[in-house]
């Protein structure tokens, strides 16, 4: 079992910076891929990033490269967002989440079924 929390999201104006923290619980954790999703208002949850296990693979959705970092930190049970450059397109519930245990790979990351774990959500609005 892995509990989520989510932290950081808020109001910011279009170009700049929020850091979004999800704090798990449970001893699985540092065997997980962890992955941020988003829902926009309106609209499906998409992939935003994940990242593996040992921290070695990282995936972004095209939509975040080069302006979103996901980082983790094994030992405090920890998984971030650094989200720079924002857009109101980045609007939206932002939600942490554990993939199935021992899964990877960028596909598998990628797609929300295989995440069994996930937290409540987070605001993200992001004014032009």
């Known amino acids: 079992q892995v509990q989520l929390v989510e932290s950081g999201g808020g109001l910011v104006q279009a170009g700049g910076s929020l850091r979004l923290s999800c704090a798990a619980s449970?001893?699985?954790?540092?065997?997980?891929?962890m992955g941020w999703f988003r829902q926009p208002p309106g609209k499906e949850r998409e992939f935003v990033a994940a990242?593996?296990?040992?921290?070695?693979?990282?995936y972004y959705s095209d939509s975040v490269k080069g302006r979103f970092t996901i980082s983790r930190d094994n030992a405090k049970n920890t998984v971030d967002l650094q989200m720079d450059t924002l857009n109101p397109d980045d609007t939206a519930v932002y939600y942490c989440?554990?993939?199935?245990?021992?899964?990877?790979?960028?596909?598998?990351?990628?797609?929300?079924?295989?995440?069994?774990?996930w937290g409540q959500g987070t605001q993200v609005t992001v004014s032009s």
């Open positions: 449970g001893r699985t954790f540092s065997s997980r891929t």
């Open positions: 990242i593996s296990w040992s921290g070695g693979n990282i």
């Open positions: 989440a554990a993939a199935r245990y021992s899964g990877w790979g960028n596909t598998f990351s990628r797609e929300d079924r295989n995440y069994d774990y």
